[in-house]
């Protein structure tokens, strides 16, 4: 365990080492905490609650203390202002005049009241790495990587808030076709040819958000502009809302005042006196609220209350509809109230009113200074943070330090203490937190021998973690320094089958294995000496135990092997991947764009058992086994419906980002919106013609995305030759001739010639100019001029080195085979070849194999073998243990290794119903685990300290039941 958790630890270091990746700096605001923060997801007092609002929207609320930039030199810790702060985020957003509630140390509040702005940079520069700070804000615009197409740069960005939170990342380009032209792409139905152009904008909307890109390169980029919305002042309300049913033309009593509420022709004339009615406190014209967003403009906001400081109370007018009232507690189904056919009028009273302002201290602690973060997509609050504002040192003489001063019924108090003591040099061995409850976490020093190096952590369970976190998640899910941990699996009196499992993910408490021997992943280079990663996996997804017949059931498309590589795999590049533990070569591919028209979009989820497993059948597929386009969710931008979209893989991976349509969102000087997203959406080569975008309901004109047909590959490394005129290589069973080269037209005349020197085929390959240099290495059509492919064999320009000293640079490839999507592989009929394309382009993206019929297991076939290479060696077994007919007690998957078995933990170590497992490490196997990141981090500090674990986890007791032991 000592030596994996080393191992462990120089990953991290060498992850802390990569730009932006947390190190300690002067301004630790947008950063991360160290890789190797602690993580752990609770403590009594901070909380994780679901309220409903006004409108009967569920508002998921969390709570999180935040170390990070910590240093430690010398027995001293030493924290920068901003390094530690408490945050309490909401999911989505909180808006006024929607009763959004709110947590405010641990206490339930109310959003009453915002003022917002707009902030904007420009020429912003900076490098590849970057999280570059936009001003004093505490913000900063993240270059994270960029790649290619047709061998124009395009980039991935993020704008991410002072907690180092942040919503999405964004592609953009300065070298593409702009977004406003797919509206001339008129494709027919099905598969056509490639697109030529590559379809990515300058500029990104994202709402509130716009993000106007100058030049974007390969290794820096500048920016026009970046704007985003900003919040200067929020008023909450620490108190649940009175609620009176106004008296038009006369008052109500509300505690020894009287409010009164006159009708005028345009709202009420609200005023409020003392208990007598002789004494006037104040009075307004103030208009009734109901579901419309555009009240919460700063234009607007102000007439639809009134707020008198000095009683410390606010009020508004609420229209209901007439069978709801206080609808917090009895909320409308659906998700907005629209359609109000009677109603009444209510005075919504609020009290004990906190006004906390961005950048000023917390009112009741001046150490802290409140941080306000806006959701970048609305506008409206998404995050409170009160971060220090001054130096915090911490020795063996001074080991705490106390949080913000809390607002409570019973008395103000801290709601925190961090205490860290044990320190040695430049290490720490003691370190913790107690909250105001007098509850302390464990000691968050895992190892107290070796001791940590700084003090970050992450403590409670706020979704900030996720982007916090990005860098490192993978390689702390990946820690098997107490086995493989596995989560408990919900049992059901009806468990969830599906007749395929295509499109789908696997459980998301499936046993995650980072590595099993045979499954291979390493480095390669291709001919631009680019390091590329190659990785193997396996994925079973949509298992189920069927105890009518005792049987464990494996769905069609249930049991995927999957190889794909860091990015896509590119032909005319030498670039490899790995198909069945052996390294194979791409060598052409055929590919096109397949389309469709006038197709319905419904947002319903179907969940006929009510266990949260959503069935969806409201995806569109595009083309068989394609990919499928899911309604993913809907939200209001001033009224305006926003429809959110997911195009998905074959695989169950989501292909990029989240994408968004909506209509009238104009963003002209004229039509004075706040918000825009363009009316089409194009990335790559990806595109949707919007006809009609409705509440819960989308119609698409037209839709186009790449499709990959089939590829060809060989095992056998490719050899580079130069050939001139009259010059023979052997190739394969042939000998190659090059009959002419004409450097100038970029052209060389090839001719295959067989034994008896007959000619089996010529071709003049090329020509590599201008024209074609535009289109390479991507376009199908021109990649195939530069080859010369004959059966088996192949020959291709050296397109990056293409002449030298009158001669043809030439790569010759041999044992060339063919895998055509949806069709049995050659070796093992069991399984289904689904060769997948990258979203943008058209190159290899992933080879997988599936199941094409139901897999069956039980006591009697307690093994299966996986897919087989041609000497008939299956890659891995599935081999179940201990099955009751009703429980999978215990099972394992085991491959063999260099003569070697080597067999995965118990992966199912409690009861099981059903065997969905992620094994190896490769893209697909990451965006599974980003849909249960937050869980599956939680449950392992559970399995770290045993309090959800049986006690024989711990005891080292071994399991003899035919899988490997439990790793101590």
Sequence with gaps: MLHTFRLLVLTLAVLSALPGAGLAATDPNGLSPSPDMTFLPHLAGLRNKVYKNQLGQKKSLSEAIVLRGSEIADGRATIQPGGLFYVSETSHDAAPFRRDPFLLLGEHAYLVGLKTAKLTFRDVALKKGDRTPLGDTGYRLWFDYSTDHFDKPYGEFAVISPSGGFPLEFPISTTHAKREEVRDIHLKEGINPQLDKFYLDNTYYFGASKYVAKKVGFDDAEFESIEFPSISEATFSLQRPLILEVRQEDYRFYLNKRIYAFRRPDGFLVRVTDFSGGHVYAEKLVKPTTAQEYKTRMDEQDKYNLTIPELNIRVEIVMDPAFLKDSDFVPWATSKAHGYSSGNFSFVVYRDLVTVKNGQPWPLDSRYKVVLEPNLETGMLHRVLLENNETITLDNAHDAYDGPVKYSDVYNRHAFKVVANGFDKDVVRNLYVRDYYFM??????????????????????SPVLEPIIERSFLTRLADSSYGTVV???????????????????????????????????????????????????????????????????????????????????????????????????LTTFTSGTFVRKDFNLDFWKNQPMGDGNLMYWQDELLGVRNKALRYTGMSYLDDRPVASLSLMKYSGNRWGSHFYLAQGLDQSEEAGNRYYFPEVFSEGGTYIQPEYIGSNYVKIKEFGTPSLQSISYTYNKPKGVAMGAGDTAKLGKFTLRCNGVDAKAGTVDLTLLDKSGKVVAAKVVGPLNAEAEKLLPQDMVVARRMQFKVGSVLAEMDVKDPFKDGKANLWTYTGIQELERDTPFEFDPRFVVRPDVCGHCYQLNEVLMDNPEPIILDKDHPVYEGPKNAQGEPLFKIVIDSFDGEMVQAWHLETEYKGEVDRTDNLAFRPRNNVDVLVGVNGTIEGFLRLSMLPRLGFMDHWRVGSKAPHDKLSGSVNTGGSAHIRR
């Excluded at 302390?440 to 369970?461: A, C, H, I, Q, Y």
């Excluded at 009806?494 to 998301?508: R, T």
């Excluded at 408490?509 to 990663?533: C, D, H, I, Y």
Aim: glycine share 6%; net charge positive.
């Design 440 to 461: 302390r976490t464990d000691n968050m020093v895992m190892w107290p021998k070796e001791g940590n190096r700084n003090l970050d952590f992450f403590l409670g369970s």
């Design 487 to 585: 989560e408990e699996s919900k049992f059901t009196s009806y468990p969830k089958a599906i007749s395929d499992a295509s499109f789908y993910e696997p459980d998301h408490t499936a046993p995650f294995v980072p590595r099993l021997k045979g499954l291979m992943r390493k480095l390669s280079r291709n001919r631009k000496a680019e390091r590329l990663l190659s990785a193997e996996a396996i994925v079973i997804r949509g298992s189920y135990v069927d105890y009518r017949n005792n049987r464990i059931v494996i769905p069609p498309a249930g049991l995927c092997y999957t190889s794909r590589n860091a990015r896509n795999i590119r032909t005319l590049a030498g670039e490899s991947f790995f198909l069945l533990g052996k390294r194979a070569y």
